[in-house]
């Protein structure tokens, strides 16, 4: 089983006293800070996702539909590559260099001059996720500006 959570769920206790249940019964979880929408895939061939996105206890929708779930399966391997993995074993150092192989792309897309919407358009991310991500990034490389954190980025290697 592989979840992925809101990182403000890990940040309680009956949070983490489940999530450390699951890890303990084999379950791998990632974290992240953007908004999840709530969404089960089972083989991948079948998922549930709810009628009401802001109400789940309105019932849930089974798709079956292989185009649908197609592109359920790839959201979710997207979200899974930009989330950070749960371990309470073993906390994550806090490397500053470690750099996704999509935040690489973005920097590199931005840095030959393509606007956020060209650049998001080929990550296949949208505009919104983009500019977080790129706010993330400048945030780690202690930038006040894009062409700042160009800058660092290229002196850590990074593009």
Do not use: C
């Not at 791998?28 to 929408?37: G, S, T, Y």
């Not at 709530?38 to 998922?47: F, L, P």
């Not at 802001?54 to 798709?63: P, Q």
């Not at 001059?113 to 650049?119: C, I, Q, R």
């Amino acid at each position: 089983m592989r979840t992925i959570y809101q990182t403000g769920f890990l940040r309680n206790r009956l949070g983490v006293e489940y999530a450390r249940q699951m890890l303990d019964a084999g379950a791998k979880i990632h974290a992240i800070e953007d908004p999840l929408e709530r969404m089960m895939i089972m083989d991948e061939r079948v998922a549930m996702v709810p009628i009401d996105p802001d109400n789940s206890s309105r019932g849930a929708l089974i798709v079956t539909q292989p185009g649908l779930i197609a592109g359920f399966i790839r959201l979710f391997w997207r979200l899974w590559d930009d989330a950070t993995t749960v371990s309470f074993d073993d906390p994550p150092a806090e490397d500053q260099d470690d750099v996704t192989d999509q935040d690489r792309a973005v920097l590199e897309l931005l840095a030959a001059g393509n606007t956020d919407e060209s650049a998001a358009r080929t990550v296949g991310i949208s505009v919104r996720h983009l500019r977080r991500k790129v706010a993330r990034l400048m945030e780690r490389l202690n930038a006040t500006s894009r062409f700042e954190a160009g800058v660092e980025a290229a002196r850590r290697g990074w593009l």
